[in-house]
């Protein structure tokens, strides 16, 4: 069937529990651009005494265009299964189309078999949320490039590079800059980030060990230089912690962080606290929420309200997602 823009009829948003806070963004952004009121629906999400979720719509979707937006960091397995449980609702409902919005994708790092008997969950993960009822999905910066193909159903897998790079030349760029990436896994993020500020670029090579990380030594000149320390996401923090007492080793000046997902699961904050007075500043997006008390004086949060927007509009309209990136 060729699919005709608008055909889903009105976008209806639907907010889960684990970010609040953006998905209104999502929509005050949506209301604005397309000059009619694009609300949260009415969605009535709850946890009986037993621990099960329940989900319930205020109002009927049969026929619509419904984006259901859950990111999945901690609690992960009660956000993923809120996810899975409020797109079985939709798909009963009737939706004409159903697209899971999720800014942070869990399980991504298990994308592959790295010993015997082990799952790769980043599939399994694919496979229950196309089953649950989405028609589409959208998220933001895979660990992975290769877990697009474990959706059989279309996507959009977006970067939140283009944000973060425009904050960086605004206030970080400097003539003695250089790019440095936490480890080699993410040597091509690094090369892009290199790239496109017109900086050198330096690799962190580090050897894993169970839980347990130590950066091994440092690939280019970091001497004297300004260092913008790169990568996806920062999860227990121990890579960040590694790079900074490497970094400084090598006689690097100022150090800024750049990343996109900021799980800070376990000792994530007491790490960041122990090395926040030499990093100059933190600097993330907001697809992972974090309480206010966690917020130190030098992170700056930049939102994603505004890219998932667009790209909403666009694939409800019919337009391209591309055309936003120049691609």
């Not at 976008?11 to 609300?39: F, H, M, N």
């Not at 869990?106 to 089953?131: G, N």
């Not at 909403?312 to 055309?323: K, M, N």
Request: aromatic letters at 6%; hydrophobic letters at 40%; one cysteine or more.
């Amino acid at each position: 069937m060729t699919r005709v823009p608008g055909m889903y009829g009105d976008i209806k948003l639907i907010a889960g529990t684990a970010c609040p806070r953006l998905s209104q963004e999502i929509s005050d952004y949506l209301t604005s651009a397309c000059k009619t009121p694009v609300p949260l629906l009415d969605c009535n999400i709850r946890k009986f005494t037993n621990d099960n979720i329940y989900v319930s719509l205020g109002e009927s979707v049969r026929g619509q265009d419904v984006y259901i937006i859950q990111t999945t960091s901690i609690p992960v397995n009660d956000n993923l299964m809120e996810l899975l449980i409020t797109l079985d609702a939709v798909r009963r409902d009737s939706a004409g189309r159903i697209t899971a919005v999720i800014p942070y994708l869990a399980y991504a790092r298990t994308d592959k078999k790295d010993y015997p008997r082990t799952p790769i969950t980043a599939r399994l993960v694919a496979d229950m949320i196309q089953d649950a009822g989405a028609d589409r999905y959208m998220t933001i910066d895979l660990h992975a490039g290769q877990i697009q193909g474990f959706f059989t159903v279309p996507g959009d897998v977006l970067t939140a590079a283009h944000l973060l790079r425009e904050y960086v030349v605004t206030n970080v760029l400097r003539d003695n800059l250089v790019v440095c990436t936490m480890d080699l896994g993410f040597a091509k993020g690094g090369r892009n980030w290199a790239r496109d500020l017109d900086v050198p670029l330096a690799f962190i090579e580090k050897q894993r060990s169970d839980t347990i990380t130590r950066a091994r030594s440092l690939i280019g000149e970091v001497a004297g230089r300004d260092v913008l320390l790169v990568d996806d996401e920062i999860d227990t923090a121990g890579s960040l912690i590694q790079a900074v007492n490497l970094l400084d080793e090598k006689g690097a000046q100022a150090i800024t962080v750049v990343f996109t997902h900021a799980m800070f699961s376990g000792p994530a904050f007491e790490r960041i606290d122990a090395v926040a007075d030499r990093i100059r500043e933190f600097i993330f997006t907001n697809t992972i929420p974090q309480p206010p008390e966690k917020l130190l004086p030098n992170m700056t949060v930049i939102s994603v309200a505004g890219l998932l927007g667009e790209v909403i509009r666009r694939a409800h309209s019919g337009q391209s997602v591309g055309e936003m990136f120049n691609e």
